[in-house]
């Protein structure tokens, strides 16, 4: 079965220092990743996927199939980074559609 | 545009009572899916629809669980006999096809309190 883990329930940092996130997972198909944020008394919406090899906010985040990780890396933190953070791994459900497989999150706060 | 919606936003329920939650999706989007989201935790995948037909519903935790998308728009999910481990965020997300590379919308949740 599929798993992933976020080892850091709580991570600070001060404002303009860089930030990790790290995001390791088990599955034995070809992984799908993703990144998704929940700013405080907002919804859960995605920040980025692994496909996409895209930066988005300032936040890139590299698959490591040889350490099976993908953390979320931002070289300099900004104070309304702070949010919960949850790495996800898309694997096959029925009918061509792909269930998202989470985290338990890891709590960023950028402090002044 | 409007983004999903649920309903209620909380809700308290005594053990043993039967829960319905609602989601509305965005419309035009075919795949539907809820989560189970724990204190601490993150979601956990419960049940998806791929317009009205439940195609995947291997996340329920006991058959205490049903969901429903009969019109293949509207969603709800309805929990009987409520235990206090059923308490939790249940989230809904759609999407607009069934790849694995469209955008889950996730909305608000509901969360529920079992005492």
């Known amino acids: 079965a599929q798993r992933v883990t976020q080892p850091e329930k709580l991570l600070s940092v001060f404002k303009g220092a860089p930030v990790e996130l790290k995001c390791n997972y088990s599955y034995s198909g070809s992984p799908e990743l993703f990144w998704y944020v929940q700013y405080s008394r907002q919804r859960l919406q995605l920040l980025l996927r692994h496909i996409s090899r895209e930066s988005i906010k300032g936040f890139t985040a590299d698959l490591n199939k040889g350490e099976t990780s993908f953390h979320l890396k931002k070289p300099f933190a900004q104070e309304e980074d702070s949010a919960m953070y949850y790495c996800a791994l898309s694997v096959p459900s029925s009918g061509s559609a792909r269930q998202l497989t989470f985290g338990s999150g890891t709590q960023l706060t950028v402090l002044p | 545009g409007a ?113």
């Open chain 2, 3 to 115: 983004g999903v919606s649920q309903s209620p936003r909380y809700k308290v329920a005594k053990r043993g009572q039967d829960v319905a939650l609602r989601c509305d999706p965005i419309s035009g989007h075919v795949s539907l899916f809820w989560y189970q989201q724990a204190l601490g935790q993150g979601p956990e995948f419960l049940t998806y629809f791929q317009n009205e037909a439940q195609l995947d519903k291997s996340g329920l935790p006991s058959d205490r669980f049903f969901a429903e998308r009969p019109e293949g728009s509207v969603s709800t999910l309805k929990i009987q006999r409520t235990q206090q481990e059923d308490s939790a965020v249940y989230l809904c997300a759609s999407s607009q096809m069934a790849n694995f590379d469209n955008e889950q919308f996730f909305g608000p949740g509901t969360r529920l309190t079992v005492l």
